[in-house]
Protein backbone atom coordinates (compact mmCIF):
# COMPACT_ATOMS: atom_id res chain seq x y z
CA UNK A 1 0.00 0.00 0.00
CA UNK A 2 2.86 2.29 0.40
CA UNK A 3 2.79 3.22 -3.30
CA UNK A 4 -0.51 4.89 -3.50
CA UNK A 5 0.32 6.85 -0.02
CA UNK A 6 -0.06 10.35 -1.04
CA UNK A 7 -0.02 12.23 2.23
CA UNK A 8 -0.17 12.00 5.80
CA UNK A 9 -3.37 12.32 8.10
CA UNK A 10 -3.12 15.63 10.71
CA UNK A 11 -5.37 14.33 13.60
CA UNK A 12 -8.46 12.26 14.39
CA UNK A 13 -9.27 10.88 10.56
CA UNK A 14 -12.99 10.62 9.93
CA UNK A 15 -14.08 7.39 7.92
CA UNK A 16 -16.21 7.91 4.98
CA UNK A 17 -17.64 5.63 2.56
CA UNK A 18 -15.66 4.37 -0.03
CA UNK A 19 -17.03 4.68 -3.89
CA UNK A 20 -16.95 0.53 -4.39
CA UNK A 21 -19.77 0.59 -1.10
CA UNK A 22 -21.56 3.88 -2.71
CA UNK A 23 -19.56 6.62 -1.73
CA UNK A 24 -20.30 9.48 -4.33
CA UNK A 25 -17.25 12.16 -4.27
CA UNK A 26 -17.44 15.71 -6.24
CA UNK A 27 -13.87 16.93 -7.21
CA UNK A 28 -12.05 19.56 -5.62
CA UNK A 29 -12.66 22.41 -8.33
CA UNK A 30 -16.19 21.88 -7.61
CA UNK A 31 -15.95 23.37 -4.12
CA UNK A 32 -14.72 20.21 -1.96
CA UNK A 33 -12.22 20.47 0.50
CA UNK A 34 -11.56 24.05 0.87
CA UNK A 35 -13.21 26.85 2.41
CA UNK A 36 -14.78 29.31 -0.79
CA UNK A 37 -17.37 31.47 0.89
CA UNK A 38 -18.81 32.11 -2.96
CA UNK A 39 -20.11 28.90 -3.33
CA UNK A 40 -23.50 29.52 -2.23
CA UNK A 41 -25.88 27.69 0.10
CA UNK A 42 -26.85 24.95 -2.69
CA UNK A 43 -22.60 23.84 -2.95
CA UNK A 44 -23.23 24.28 1.44
CA UNK A 45 -26.34 21.54 1.39
CA UNK A 46 -24.05 18.74 -1.13
CA UNK A 47 -21.06 19.29 0.74
CA UNK A 48 -22.32 19.71 4.43
CA UNK A 49 -18.94 17.50 5.55
CA UNK A 50 -15.61 19.44 3.83
CA UNK A 51 -13.37 17.04 5.41
CA UNK A 52 -15.16 14.09 3.35
CA UNK A 53 -17.22 15.50 0.63
CA UNK A 54 -19.70 11.91 0.72
CA UNK A 55 -23.20 10.77 0.36
CA UNK A 56 -24.64 7.61 0.96
CA UNK A 57 -26.65 6.10 -1.77
CA UNK A 58 -29.67 5.28 -0.27
CA UNK A 59 -29.62 1.44 1.12
CA UNK A 60 -33.60 0.50 0.60
CA UNK A 61 -34.95 -1.69 -1.86
CA UNK A 62 -35.32 0.17 -5.39
CA UNK A 63 -38.61 1.29 -5.15
CA UNK A 64 -40.28 0.92 -8.76
CA UNK A 65 -39.82 -2.63 -8.07
CA UNK A 66 -41.64 -3.02 -4.82
CA UNK A 67 -45.34 -1.76 -4.03
CA UNK A 68 -45.89 0.76 -1.40
CA UNK A 69 -46.64 -1.99 1.08
CA UNK A 70 -43.68 -3.68 0.44
CA UNK A 71 -42.05 -0.82 0.86
CA UNK A 72 -43.79 0.30 4.39
CA UNK A 73 -43.02 -3.20 5.43
CA UNK A 74 -39.67 -3.24 5.06
CA UNK A 75 -38.78 0.38 6.27
CA UNK A 76 -40.24 -0.56 9.73
CA UNK A 77 -38.19 -3.71 10.00
CA UNK A 78 -35.32 -2.30 8.64
CA UNK A 79 -35.70 1.14 11.35
CA UNK A 80 -36.47 -1.28 14.20
CA UNK A 81 -33.35 -3.22 13.28
CA UNK A 82 -31.03 -0.35 13.36
CA UNK A 83 -32.80 1.24 16.63
CA UNK A 84 -31.98 -2.07 18.58
CA UNK A 85 -28.18 -2.13 17.56
CA UNK A 86 -28.07 1.56 18.60
CA UNK A 87 -29.53 0.95 22.00
CA UNK A 88 -27.60 -2.09 22.65
CA UNK A 89 -23.98 -0.81 21.86
CA UNK A 90 -22.12 2.06 22.32
CA UNK A 91 -22.71 5.46 21.23
CA UNK A 92 -21.55 6.34 17.63
CA UNK A 93 -20.04 9.54 18.46
CA UNK A 94 -15.70 10.23 17.91
CA UNK A 95 -14.93 10.00 21.30
CA UNK A 96 -16.70 6.90 22.09
CA UNK A 97 -15.36 5.40 19.14
CA UNK A 98 -12.40 6.51 19.57
CA UNK A 99 -11.50 4.86 22.87
CA UNK A 100 -12.51 1.44 21.47
CA UNK A 101 -10.12 1.70 18.83
CA UNK A 102 -7.62 3.23 21.26
CA UNK A 103 -8.34 0.16 23.71
CA UNK A 104 -8.25 -2.65 20.83
CA UNK A 105 -4.81 -1.15 19.95
CA UNK A 106 -3.68 -1.94 23.37
CA UNK A 107 -5.28 -5.37 23.31
CA UNK A 108 -3.34 -5.98 19.90
CA UNK A 109 -0.25 -5.10 21.66
CA UNK A 110 -0.95 -7.14 24.21
CA UNK A 111 -1.60 -10.51 21.93
CA UNK A 112 2.12 -9.76 20.12
CA UNK A 113 3.63 -9.38 23.31
CA UNK A 114 2.21 -12.41 24.91
CA UNK A 115 4.05 -14.40 21.71
CA UNK A 116 0.24 -14.98 20.33
CA UNK A 117 1.19 -14.63 16.68
CA UNK A 118 4.19 -17.56 16.71
CA UNK A 119 2.58 -20.87 15.66
CA UNK A 120 2.95 -23.50 17.63
CA UNK A 121 4.53 -26.16 15.09
CA UNK A 122 3.87 -29.04 17.84
CA UNK A 123 0.39 -28.69 17.57
CA UNK A 124 0.52 -29.48 13.84
CA UNK A 125 2.57 -32.78 14.19
CA UNK A 126 -0.94 -33.71 16.26
CA UNK A 127 -2.55 -32.53 13.16
CA UNK A 128 -0.91 -34.07 11.13
CA UNK A 129 -1.27 -37.81 12.66
CA UNK A 130 -4.39 -37.17 12.88
CA UNK A 131 -5.17 -36.48 9.52
CA UNK A 132 -2.83 -39.82 8.06
CA UNK A 133 -5.34 -41.89 10.44
CA UNK A 134 -8.48 -40.92 8.62
CA UNK A 135 -6.87 -41.34 5.06
CA UNK A 136 -5.30 -44.39 5.83
CA UNK A 137 -8.50 -45.69 7.81
CA UNK A 138 -10.57 -44.48 4.53
CA UNK A 139 -8.54 -46.60 2.65
CA UNK A 140 -8.12 -49.70 4.40
CA UNK A 141 -11.98 -49.62 4.65
CA UNK A 142 -12.22 -48.50 1.13
CA UNK A 143 -9.82 -51.86 0.30
CA UNK A 144 -12.33 -53.99 2.43
CA UNK A 145 -15.07 -53.10 0.78
CA UNK A 146 -16.65 -51.14 3.71
CA UNK A 147 -17.97 -48.50 1.01
CA UNK A 148 -20.43 -46.02 3.76
CA UNK A 149 -17.57 -46.14 6.74
CA UNK A 150 -14.20 -45.19 4.33
CA UNK A 151 -16.64 -42.40 2.36
CA UNK A 152 -17.51 -41.20 5.96
CA UNK A 153 -13.96 -41.46 7.15
CA UNK A 154 -13.03 -39.24 4.07
CA UNK A 155 -15.55 -36.63 4.49
CA UNK A 156 -13.94 -36.19 8.03
CA UNK A 157 -10.57 -36.51 6.54
CA UNK A 158 -11.52 -33.67 3.99
CA UNK A 159 -13.12 -31.61 6.87
CA UNK A 160 -9.79 -31.67 9.40
CA UNK A 161 -8.05 -30.09 6.30
CA UNK A 162 -10.42 -27.52 5.43
CA UNK A 163 -9.15 -26.35 8.72
CA UNK A 164 -5.59 -26.35 7.88
CA UNK A 165 -5.99 -25.09 4.78
CA UNK A 166 -8.34 -21.91 6.50
CA UNK A 167 -4.88 -21.78 8.42
CA UNK A 168 -2.47 -21.49 5.20
CA UNK A 169 -5.20 -18.73 3.53
CA UNK A 170 -4.64 -16.38 6.58
CA UNK A 171 -0.80 -17.06 6.37
CA UNK A 172 -1.25 -18.10 10.65
CA UNK A 173 1.28 -20.85 9.66
CA UNK A 174 4.80 -19.89 8.45
CA UNK A 175 3.50 -15.62 8.51
CA UNK A 176 4.76 -16.68 4.63
CA UNK A 177 2.71 -15.45 1.72
CA UNK A 178 4.86 -17.99 -0.99
CA UNK A 179 5.11 -20.75 1.59
CA UNK A 180 1.61 -20.67 3.63
CA UNK A 181 -0.36 -19.97 0.05
CA UNK A 182 1.69 -23.54 -1.38
CA UNK A 183 0.48 -25.27 1.54
CA UNK A 184 -2.86 -23.60 1.04
CA UNK A 185 -3.27 -24.67 -2.49
CA UNK A 186 -2.13 -28.15 -2.47
CA UNK A 187 -4.69 -28.93 0.30
CA UNK A 188 -7.37 -27.34 -1.39
CA UNK A 189 -6.89 -28.12 -4.85
CA UNK A 190 -5.20 -31.55 -4.94
CA UNK A 191 -6.74 -32.91 -1.11
CA UNK A 192 -10.08 -31.18 -2.11
CA UNK A 193 -10.41 -30.49 -5.17
CA UNK A 194 -11.16 -26.47 -4.24
CA UNK A 195 -10.03 -23.37 -4.68
CA UNK A 196 -7.62 -21.67 -2.04
CA UNK A 197 -7.54 -18.24 -4.83
CA UNK A 198 -11.42 -18.16 -4.95
CA UNK A 199 -11.58 -18.92 -1.19
CA UNK A 200 -9.05 -16.06 -0.44
CA UNK A 201 -11.35 -13.67 -2.46
CA UNK A 202 -14.11 -14.15 -1.12
CA UNK A 203 -12.88 -14.26 2.80
CA UNK A 204 -11.27 -11.46 2.61
CA UNK A 205 -14.14 -9.38 1.51
CA UNK A 206 -15.83 -11.11 4.36
CA UNK A 207 -13.30 -10.04 6.96
CA UNK A 208 -13.74 -6.15 5.94
CA UNK A 209 -17.35 -6.28 5.28
CA UNK A 210 -18.67 -8.59 8.06
CA UNK A 211 -22.49 -9.27 7.83
CA UNK A 212 -23.02 -6.49 5.29
CA UNK A 213 -26.17 -7.34 3.00
CA UNK A 214 -24.59 -5.18 0.04
CA UNK A 215 -20.83 -6.85 -0.11
CA UNK A 216 -20.46 -9.53 1.99
CA UNK A 217 -20.92 -12.77 -0.10
CA UNK A 218 -21.33 -15.18 2.70
CA UNK A 219 -24.38 -13.23 3.20
CA UNK A 220 -25.50 -13.41 0.10
CA UNK A 221 -27.72 -16.64 -0.81
CA UNK A 222 -30.72 -15.52 -2.89
CA UNK A 223 -33.00 -17.14 -4.16
CA UNK A 224 -32.37 -19.92 -2.16
CA UNK A 225 -32.11 -17.83 1.75
CA UNK A 226 -32.08 -14.71 2.95
CA UNK A 227 -30.19 -14.16 5.88
CA UNK A 228 -31.51 -10.78 6.91
CA UNK A 229 -34.54 -8.89 5.96
CA UNK A 230 -32.07 -6.23 3.77
CA UNK A 231 -32.23 -9.58 1.29
CA UNK A 232 -36.20 -8.48 0.95
CA UNK A 233 -36.01 -6.37 -1.39
CA UNK A 234 -33.39 -5.85 -4.82
CA UNK A 235 -29.85 -5.27 -3.27
CA UNK A 236 -27.09 -5.04 -5.64
CA UNK A 237 -24.03 -7.06 -4.57
CA UNK A 238 -20.63 -5.14 -5.03
CA UNK A 239 -19.34 -8.04 -4.71
CA UNK A 240 -20.90 -10.14 -8.00
CA UNK A 241 -21.00 -6.67 -9.31
CA UNK A 242 -24.90 -7.69 -10.11
CA UNK A 243 -28.26 -7.36 -8.87
CA UNK A 244 -29.09 -9.95 -6.11
CA UNK A 245 -33.62 -9.90 -7.04
CA UNK A 246 -35.77 -11.21 -4.52
CA UNK A 247 -37.93 -12.52 -7.18
CA UNK A 248 -41.12 -14.60 -7.59
CA UNK A 249 -38.64 -18.04 -6.83
CA UNK A 250 -37.15 -16.55 -3.89
CA UNK A 251 -40.36 -15.78 -2.43
CA UNK A 252 -41.48 -19.39 -2.89
CA UNK A 253 -38.34 -20.77 -0.95
CA UNK A 254 -37.48 -18.16 1.40
CA UNK A 255 -40.54 -18.48 3.37
CA UNK A 256 -39.94 -21.91 4.09
CA UNK A 257 -35.91 -21.84 4.59
CA UNK A 258 -35.81 -22.48 8.25
CA UNK A 259 -36.80 -26.10 7.50
CA UNK A 260 -34.62 -26.30 4.32
CA UNK A 261 -31.13 -24.59 6.46
CA UNK A 262 -30.02 -28.22 7.05
CA UNK A 263 -30.61 -29.40 3.51
CA UNK A 264 -29.34 -26.62 1.79
CA UNK A 265 -25.73 -26.86 3.69
CA UNK A 266 -25.56 -30.87 3.46
CA UNK A 267 -25.01 -29.83 -0.47
CA UNK A 268 -22.52 -26.82 0.52
CA UNK A 269 -19.46 -28.57 -0.81
CA UNK A 270 -20.72 -28.57 -4.44
CA UNK A 271 -22.09 -25.32 -3.86
CA UNK A 272 -17.95 -25.00 -3.24
CA UNK A 273 -17.22 -26.76 -6.16
CA UNK A 274 -18.80 -24.35 -8.83
CA UNK A 275 -17.71 -20.85 -7.27
CA UNK A 276 -13.99 -22.70 -7.10
CA UNK A 277 -14.58 -23.71 -11.34
CA UNK A 278 -15.79 -20.61 -12.38
CA UNK A 279 -13.23 -19.01 -10.59
CA UNK A 280 -10.32 -20.54 -12.25
CA UNK A 281 -12.23 -21.25 -15.86
CA UNK A 282 -12.62 -17.48 -16.06
CA UNK A 283 -9.35 -16.16 -14.56
CA UNK A 284 -10.66 -14.08 -11.96
CA UNK A 285 -7.83 -14.44 -9.23
CA UNK A 286 -4.56 -12.71 -10.71
CA UNK A 287 -3.27 -12.51 -13.95
CA UNK A 288 0.57 -11.08 -13.18
CA UNK A 289 2.85 -9.84 -10.41
CA UNK A 290 3.78 -12.68 -8.07
CA UNK A 291 0.99 -14.68 -7.82
CA UNK A 292 0.46 -14.82 -11.95
CA UNK A 293 1.19 -18.81 -11.68
CA UNK A 294 -1.73 -19.61 -8.78
CA UNK A 295 -4.21 -20.36 -11.07
CA UNK A 296 -2.54 -22.64 -13.39
CA UNK A 297 -1.28 -24.55 -9.67
CA UNK A 298 -4.47 -25.13 -8.81
CA UNK A 299 -6.13 -26.13 -12.30
CA UNK A 300 -3.42 -28.85 -12.36
CA UNK A 301 -4.39 -29.78 -8.53
CA UNK A 302 -7.68 -30.08 -9.16
CA UNK A 303 -7.45 -32.67 -12.09
CA UNK A 304 -4.85 -34.63 -9.70
CA UNK A 305 -8.11 -34.26 -7.23
CA UNK A 306 -10.32 -35.79 -9.51
CA UNK A 307 -7.93 -38.50 -10.88
CA UNK A 308 -7.50 -40.10 -7.60
CA UNK A 309 -11.08 -39.01 -6.35
CA UNK A 310 -12.90 -39.53 -9.59
CA UNK A 311 -11.58 -42.44 -11.07
CA UNK A 312 -8.79 -44.17 -8.83
CA UNK A 313 -11.72 -44.28 -6.01
CA UNK A 314 -14.93 -43.90 -7.74
CA UNK A 315 -14.78 -45.74 -10.83
CA UNK A 316 -11.24 -48.52 -9.81
CA UNK A 317 -12.18 -49.46 -6.46
CA UNK A 318 -15.91 -49.12 -6.24
CA UNK A 319 -17.44 -52.13 -8.79
CA UNK A 320 -20.87 -50.53 -9.63
CA UNK A 321 -22.69 -47.61 -9.55
CA UNK A 322 -24.93 -47.93 -6.44
CA UNK A 323 -21.98 -48.03 -4.37
CA UNK A 324 -20.58 -45.48 -6.03
CA UNK A 325 -23.04 -43.16 -5.80
CA UNK A 326 -23.45 -43.77 -1.99
CA UNK A 327 -19.82 -43.35 -1.57
CA UNK A 328 -20.08 -39.90 -3.54
CA UNK A 329 -23.08 -38.47 -1.37
CA UNK A 330 -21.62 -39.91 1.87
CA UNK A 331 -18.61 -38.49 1.21
CA UNK A 332 -19.83 -34.79 0.60
CA UNK A 333 -22.98 -34.71 3.19
CA UNK A 334 -20.24 -35.18 5.85
CA UNK A 335 -18.84 -31.50 5.40
CA UNK A 336 -22.77 -30.54 6.88
CA UNK A 337 -21.18 -29.97 10.37
CA UNK A 338 -18.71 -27.98 8.78
CA UNK A 339 -20.97 -25.71 6.56
CA UNK A 340 -23.11 -25.10 9.94
CA UNK A 341 -19.91 -23.91 11.52
CA UNK A 342 -19.41 -21.73 8.79
CA UNK A 343 -22.77 -19.89 9.19
CA UNK A 344 -23.41 -20.41 12.56
CA UNK A 345 -20.98 -17.13 13.73
CA UNK A 346 -22.89 -14.89 11.94
CA UNK A 347 -26.11 -16.10 10.69
CA UNK A 348 -28.01 -14.66 13.55
CA UNK A 349 -25.86 -11.62 14.54
CA UNK A 350 -26.55 -8.33 13.26
CA UNK A 351 -26.79 -7.21 9.50
CA UNK A 352 -27.61 -3.53 10.30
CA UNK A 353 -24.80 -1.01 8.82
CA UNK A 354 -24.21 1.95 10.78
CA UNK A 355 -22.18 3.73 8.89
CA UNK A 356 -18.71 5.08 8.42
CA UNK A 357 -18.85 6.32 12.62
CA UNK A 358 -18.89 3.19 13.58
CA UNK A 359 -15.48 1.13 14.64
CA UNK A 360 -13.61 -1.77 12.95
CA UNK A 361 -13.71 -3.62 16.50
CA UNK A 362 -17.18 -2.73 17.45
CA UNK A 363 -18.46 -3.72 14.34
CA UNK A 364 -17.10 -7.25 14.48
CA UNK A 365 -18.05 -7.76 17.86
CA UNK A 366 -21.82 -6.98 16.43
CA UNK A 367 -21.64 -9.15 13.80
CA UNK A 368 -20.00 -12.25 15.32
CA UNK A 369 -20.79 -14.76 17.60
CA UNK A 370 -18.44 -17.49 19.32
CA UNK A 371 -19.24 -20.85 19.85
CA UNK A 372 -18.86 -22.78 23.54
CA UNK A 373 -16.80 -25.82 23.99
CA UNK A 374 -14.81 -27.84 25.59
CA UNK A 375 -10.71 -27.28 25.20
CA UNK A 376 -10.63 -31.36 24.28
CA UNK A 377 -13.13 -30.78 21.41
CA UNK A 378 -11.19 -27.52 19.82
CA UNK A 379 -10.07 -30.20 17.20
CA UNK A 380 -13.61 -30.54 15.88
CA UNK A 381 -14.44 -26.89 16.08
CA UNK A 382 -11.03 -26.38 13.84
CA UNK A 383 -10.62 -22.54 15.13
CA UNK A 384 -14.07 -21.50 14.02
CA UNK A 385 -15.66 -21.56 17.37
CA UNK A 386 -13.32 -18.35 18.14
CA UNK A 387 -14.62 -16.27 15.22
CA UNK A 388 -14.63 -13.04 17.38
CA UNK A 389 -11.07 -13.22 17.92
CA UNK A 390 -10.13 -14.60 14.41
CA UNK A 391 -12.25 -11.52 12.97
CA UNK A 392 -10.38 -9.20 15.57
CA UNK A 393 -6.61 -10.92 14.76
CA UNK A 394 -6.41 -12.92 11.63
CA UNK A 395 -3.59 -14.21 11.60
CA UNK A 396 -3.13 -15.18 14.86
CA UNK A 397 -2.55 -19.36 14.81
CA UNK A 398 -5.88 -20.86 15.50
CA UNK A 399 -4.10 -23.42 18.15
CA UNK A 400 -3.47 -19.47 20.14
CA UNK A 401 -7.27 -18.30 19.91
CA UNK A 402 -8.43 -19.56 23.15
CA UNK A 403 -6.09 -17.74 24.96
CA UNK A 404 -6.95 -14.59 23.18
CA UNK A 405 -10.69 -15.59 23.32
CA UNK A 406 -10.17 -14.87 27.05
CA UNK A 407 -8.02 -11.74 26.35
CA UNK A 408 -11.13 -10.52 24.22
CA UNK A 409 -13.95 -11.30 26.32
CA UNK A 410 -12.84 -9.56 29.25
CA UNK A 411 -11.78 -6.58 27.04
CA UNK A 412 -15.10 -6.25 25.48
CA UNK A 413 -16.30 -5.68 28.90
CA UNK A 414 -13.74 -3.15 29.81
CA UNK A 415 -14.70 -1.09 26.69
CA UNK A 416 -18.87 -1.52 27.34
CA UNK A 417 -19.59 -3.75 23.93
CA UNK A 418 -21.37 -6.83 23.78
CA UNK A 419 -19.61 -9.86 23.77
CA UNK A 420 -21.87 -13.10 22.58
CA UNK A 421 -20.90 -16.45 22.87
CA UNK A 422 -23.09 -19.50 22.82
CA UNK A 423 -23.21 -23.17 22.75
CA UNK A 424 -23.55 -24.99 19.84
CA UNK A 425 -27.53 -26.06 20.87
CA UNK A 426 -28.34 -23.04 21.51
CA UNK A 427 -26.47 -20.96 18.41
CA UNK A 428 -28.52 -23.58 16.16
CA UNK A 429 -31.26 -22.68 17.86
CA UNK A 430 -30.52 -18.88 17.18
CA UNK A 431 -30.21 -19.00 13.35
CA UNK A 432 -33.11 -21.33 12.98
CA UNK A 433 -34.86 -18.29 15.17
CA UNK A 434 -33.32 -15.80 12.68
CA UNK A 435 -33.60 -17.41 9.60
CA UNK A 436 -37.61 -18.20 10.41
CA UNK A 437 -38.48 -14.70 11.15
CA UNK A 438 -37.06 -13.47 8.07
CA UNK A 439 -39.44 -16.60 6.35
CA UNK A 440 -41.56 -15.09 8.25
CA UNK A 441 -41.90 -11.66 6.80
CA UNK A 442 -40.79 -12.59 3.26
CA UNK A 443 -44.24 -14.50 3.20
CA UNK A 444 -45.99 -11.28 4.33
CA UNK A 445 -44.71 -9.96 1.33
CA UNK A 446 -46.05 -12.72 -0.75
CA UNK A 447 -49.14 -12.02 0.82
CA UNK A 448 -49.04 -8.82 -0.02
CA UNK A 449 -48.35 -9.05 -3.53
CA UNK A 450 -50.98 -11.61 -3.76
CA UNK A 451 -53.42 -8.92 -2.36
CA UNK A 452 -52.26 -6.14 -4.80
CA UNK A 453 -52.26 -8.51 -7.86
CA UNK A 454 -55.83 -9.23 -7.29
CA UNK A 455 -56.42 -5.38 -6.99
CA UNK A 456 -54.41 -4.77 -10.06
CA UNK A 457 -52.25 -2.99 -8.60
CA UNK A 458 -48.76 -5.36 -9.48
Not at 322 to 338: D, E, G, V
Request: with cysteine; aromatic share 12%.
Amino acid sequence: MVRYQIGVIEGQWKNFVPPIQGGIFRRLEAGCGEEDESSGSESTAICEDKETCIRRRSKSPTPNLLIPEEISLLSTQTEKELAFDIAKYPSLDAETQSQIIESYRALHARVHDSNLYACPYTAYIYEALRILLLLSTSLILLHTQYYIPSALTLGLFWTQLVFLAHDAGHLAITHNYHIDTVIGMSIASIAGGLSLGWWKKSHNVHHVVTNSVEHDPDNQHLPILAVSTGFLGDVFSSYHNRLLKFDRIAKMLVPWQRWSYYPVLALGRLNLYVQSYTFLLQGQGPRKGVAWWHRYFEILGVGIFWYWYGHLILFKSIPSLTPRIAFLLTSHLTSLPLHIMFTLSHFSMSTSDLGPKESFPQKMLRTTMDVSCRREWDWVYGGLQFQVAHHLFPRVPRHNLRKVQGMVEEWAGDVGVRYERRGWVEGNWRVLGSLGEVGRLAGMLGEVVDGSEEKGRY
